[in-house]
């Protein structure tokens, strides 16, 4: 079982539309949890951190639920510029390895 | 001014060749990364490096040896390249070797095995 587990998509929505993608992770040590975007042949970028009380960063919510071990990424009013794939990653802690999941790509379409 | 740096960005070369490739942060970071991100798009870590030391070494073929002279730095050399080396290899730099910091990426080597 892989480590960390998306729906590759793709999701295709409209501008304006809210979208939500989950990702699940196999090991309950997990201690931290980030969600990156990446652009067509870019390198991935941080987009938000994921924390246990939920956070929020303009219209993008993250949630973390680690009784079922998944980890939601919501973005509202989505914008053409959203398109991207958004990769969720998880990590055991101190000089531990970050997993990347293969990725849930967006398509916003005007 | 860029974070992190890596040379060469395209690499195109025959089988059984031996190649380098170099990657520099200027963030000031501990701690350095190489992943592999193959056709699928999956991102695996290969190794990783704080203040020169080696932490991870995946289960990655011994052809691939990865070398830090200093911690700003952190090389990737491949002997004897083969077909399935083919893929894009991403350096990343943190600053602490823990989980909880960002990764910062550098823009990538797509390399081309043929």
């Known amino acids: 079982r892989k480590e960390v587990e998306q729906d590759p998509g793709p999701f295709n929505v409209p501008e304006g539309a809210t979208v939500a993608f989950n990702c699940t992770y196999s090991?309950?040590?997990?201690?931290?949890f980030f969600w990156y975007r990446q652009d067509c042949r870019k390198e991935p970028k941080l987009l938000m951190s994921?924390?246990?009380s939920g956070n929020e960063d303009g219209r993008f919510t993250a949630q973390l639920n680690r009784a079922s071990q998944y980890i939601s990424l919501l973005i509202r009013d989505s914008k053409l510029s959203d398109s991207a794939t958004y990769l969720c990653?998880?990590?055991?802690?101190?000089?531990?390895?970050?997993?990347f999941g293969s990725g849930t790509k967006l398509n916003v379409k005007p | 001014d860029t974070a992190v740096s890596q040379t060469p960005k395209y690499l195109v070369t025959q089988m059984g060749n031996d190649k380098s490739i170099k990657c520099e942060q200027n963030?000031?970071?501990?701690?350095m990364y190489w992943y592999k991100q193959d056709s699928k798009k999956f991102l695996k870590i290969m190794f990783s490096?704080?203040?020169?030391?080696?932490?991870i070494n995946e289960t990655v073929p011994n052809r691939f040896s990865p070398k830090s002279p200093d911690k700003a730095h952190l090389n990737l050399h491949i002997n004897s390249l083969e077909l399935g080396d083919s893929a894009v290899y991403f350096c990343?730099?943190?600053?602490?070797?823990?989980?909880?910091?960002?990764?910062?990426f550098g823009p990538g080597t797509r390399l081309t095995v043929l």
């Open positions: 990343a730099s943190s600053q602490l070797a823990g989980g909880t910091d960002t990764q910062y």
């Open positions: 990653v998880v990590n055991r802690g101190n000089f531990n390895k970050f997993y």
């Open positions: 490096y704080n203040n020169k030391e080696l932490i």
């Open positions: 090991n309950s040590a997990s201690q931290s």
């Open positions: 994921v924390y246990s």
């Open positions: 963030l000031g970071h501990d701690t």
